[in-house]
């Protein structure tokens, strides 16, 4: 099991940069894959960012370019830094965790993008 927290979220401005934080409750060297997901009001769940435990990452191709995501085993916490968002990006972000084959879900932070 692992409970995930995100933090970072906000308002934003467009062509701006926020950076989103999720801390792990527990070492995530072996957590088979970790992302962020997002969610617009009306749409469904969709996946923005993953990466793997040896490290490879996949983007949804809205994203590539503008957005990165990272892992700092050493603190247990996996990030996804927003370079130039859109409006469109606007959306509760989720972190999520993929162990075996359960997922476990952060309680998701609010990204507002507008000028």
């Known amino acids: 099991q692992v409970q995930l927290v995100e933090s970072g979220g906000g308002l934003v401005q467009p062509g701006g940069s926020l950076r989103l934080s999720c801390a792990a409750s527990r070492t995530i060297f072996s957590i088979n894959a970790m992302g962020w997901y997002r969610q617009a009001p009306g749409k469904q769940r969709e996946l923005v960012a993953r990466?793997?435990?040896?490290?490879?990452?996949n983007y949804a191709d809205s994203v590539k370019g503008r957005f990165t995501i990272s892992r700092d085993n050493a603190k247990n916490t996996v990030y996804l830094q927003m370079n130039s968002p859109k409006p469109e990006d606007t959306a509760v972000y989720y972190c999520n965790a993929l162990i075996t084959t359960y997922n476990y879900w952060g309680q998701g932070t609010q990204v507002t993008v507008s000028s």
């Open positions: 990466i793997l435990s040896g490290g490879s990452t």
